[in-house]
């Protein structure tokens, strides 16, 4: 091991602690200011870290605050039922992620008497904890000297070191520049710098910390690689009446968002009318007009979504229920729908809680089964 460690040593060992104390120095003035750094509470900790995984900061604060609103303590979140939580995490995407942390929730309420693990090597012995994940909450919440790497961390390393590091070498580069007196300061200090300074296409060097020990000042920025995006049109019928609103339940069995409620899919209306333009009305199947009554834009993983919603009689729906639009803001509702059924104006806005900067995309951690081949958070 001290063979292959010397191998990788990137930096001489007084040019770390340069990096080290620089870095250190630069988040404690330019951290931004994010909820769930006002604490080292591992529950708060690992909500956060499992909201963060494929997921802008700007969309996870709100949810954060109201997850924890619904579920302050990990006993509460154990004694649960899954729709509750679902329901809580709808907006957020990767609902196994929400199923994941609802199980893991119930292992350490259940089997532990609600005390947390103290250890990344113990965190990974819950449902849903990865490498990251468990390396994160212990070097955070508990001070364990344990280092992180996630895509923003890979990209900043690799330009310090002027190294194409990947897998297990790259771990292990990591945890030589680990700060040890303050794990999980420095962690969060390295994506930070990848998230705001050092960024996929444009490193702001100058104005970087770590400048005068970098290998590449930026010249590797193509390291960094964009999924193409593919684009594709949708179609749903909003089916509106006496207070109540037609939705379909989602397979149990299905990959995606197992048993969250949507809208009903209805074919390609354009289509049916013959024409290569969305037409503002169109017949449906049933013999009546389909009116457009408004589009949006939706992105999941790699796909871009144009979003027609028609003002439609759907017709009979298997898995089909008429829901009351006042049970909507509990419903487990898939993203989309949220977003369709708040421009229709049959759901309120989610309250923002102000007061905080959020700028760019912030680093993801594991990959989940749809979005392994995304590299960055978008
Ligand atoms: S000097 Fe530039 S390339 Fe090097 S770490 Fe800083 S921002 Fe990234």
Redesign the pocket.
Known sequence: MEKFLNSIQPLPSSALRTLRERLLVWYDGHARDLPWRASRDPYRVWVSEVMLQQTRVAAVVPHYHEFLRRFPTVKKLAAAREPSVLAAWSGLGYYCRARMLHAAARVVARERGGKFPETSEQWRKLPGIGRYTAAAIASIAFGEAVAVVDGNLE??LQ??TGKALAGEPLWQTAQLFLDRERPGDFNQAMME?GAT??TPRA???LT????EL????????SIAKTARQKKREIHYALDSRNGAVLLVRRALEAQLMAGMWELPEIADVSTAAGKQRIPRVAPNDSGGANTLLFTLRHSITVTDYSVCVWNSTAGRQENGEWILRRRLPKLALTGLARKILRKAGLLEMRRRTPGHRYGSPTPHPESFPMAGHLKYRP
């Open positions: 990209r900043v330009r310090i710098l300074v050092c490193p702001a060097c970087c910390p770590a400048v970098c290998a590449t000042r930026g010249e590797l920025a």
